[in-house]
């Protein structure tokens, strides 16, 4: 009887244990700001990929790559393993692609290309990611060796590279991505950069088609029923893959940017467009067939990027690969 007395009271006392822990638990989540989501959406998690919403094993290193993207560079090679692909504008009013990997690696990515200013402080969202590039304007060299990024360029993994003797450079310096990893051991892994996954928004416009317009260059999206994805056209062509088939994501998304002239130049002369991705804007979204529009928001250079609705919501992606047009913003 006595033994039955003493298991009860140490009964209650784990009892009382388990529910402060509880509580303590709820509490923090209170002070960090957390808040429910709205039913169906998919916040990122240790099992899920912050950039797609698909399943991951793990946290994996980022891999940043910067990708030609004038006629002669394409076709392009591994953009299908891209969790990313984002498309800004360049000298000339052309425009060149950076490549987000991290869920999946592809054996062989490129035509690699150089960096831009804007990209150091548009990759600060990603923590410390690897860039690949194929070099800078030789003021700007400085700067990317104190910014936050694993510099793996030719000059500091030249046996991640090679040259494609079927291409005529520059559109020909490829690089395997593991090899650039293997060169960036610090990189940092994957993490919430502000993007949210789940079931589309009640609104929308139905929408089959949508191009953005830089000044020499073109970006369309085509909605295809039956594959249920957005094939991608540049400059008037589909969008293709070395490997086969069109490139086209779930998801397309206009983030409207000012576009404004950085303190660098080519070799001829003509200023490098500076893309501002810190502050805020207008932003489309493409899914399932319609356009929602809403607004983007990235507070600070280390913070990452949200999308919502008119009204303040979660603009919610579709699960899978995700396009950014860095647009210039009308007017």
Do not use: C
């Not at 960036?184 to 949210?196: L, V």
């Not at 207008?282 to 399932?288: C, D, E, I, S, T």
């Amino acid at each position: 009887m006595a033994g039955g007395r003493h298991w009860s009271r140490w009964a209650a006392i784990l009892a009382v244990v388990v529910i402060a822990a509880a509580l303590m638990v709820s509490h923090r989540g209170r002070d960090r700001g957390a808040s429910p989501l709205p039913s169906g959406t998919t916040s990122p998690t240790a099992a899920t990929s912050p950039f797609t919403g698909l399943p991951q094993r793990a946290p994996s290193p980022v891999l940043a790559v910067k990708i030609d993207n004038v006629a002669a560079a394409r076709p392009h090679t591994g953009l299908t393993k891209a969790d990313l692909v984002y498309v800004e504008e360049v000298e000339s009013g052309l425009s060149r692609i950076l490549a987000v990997f991290s869920s999946h690696l592809p054996p062989r990515v490129g035509p690699v290309r150089s960096a831009r200013e804007s990209d150091l402080e548009f990759l600060r969202q990603f923590g410390r990611p690897a860039l690949a590039y194929s070099g800078a304007q030789s003021k700007l060299l400085p700067v990317i060796a104190h910014a936050a990024v694993d510099d793996v360029s030719p000059a500091h993994a030249p046996q991640a590279y090679t040259r494609d003797s079927a291409r005529q450079a520059p559109h020909n310096l490829y690089a395997a991505p593991a090899k650039l990893l293997a060169a960036a051991p610090s990189a940092s892994t994957s993490h919430d950069i502000g993007f949210r996954f789940g079931p589309a928004p009640a609104s929308g416009t139905p929408t089959t088609d949508k191009t953005v317009r830089f000044p020499s260059a073109r970006v369309a999206s085509h909605w295809s029923a039956q594959q249920s994805r957005w094939l991608v056209s540049f400059d008037g062509r589909p969008e293709t893959a070395t490997e086969g088939g069109q490139l086209g994501p779930p998801t397309v998304v206009i983030q409207y940017v000012t576009v404004r002239a950085s303190g660098y130049h080519d070799r001829w002369g003509n200023s490098s467009p500076y893309s501002e991705t810190v502050g805020s804007g207008r932003a489309v979204v493409l899914r399932g067939g319609r356009a929602y529009d809403g607004n983007w928001s990235r507070p600070s250079a280390t913070g990452g990027t949200t999308f919502t609705t008119t009204n303040g919501q979660p603009l919610r992606f579709a699960q899978g690969q995700v396009w950014v047009v860095l647009a210039p913003k009308p007017g």
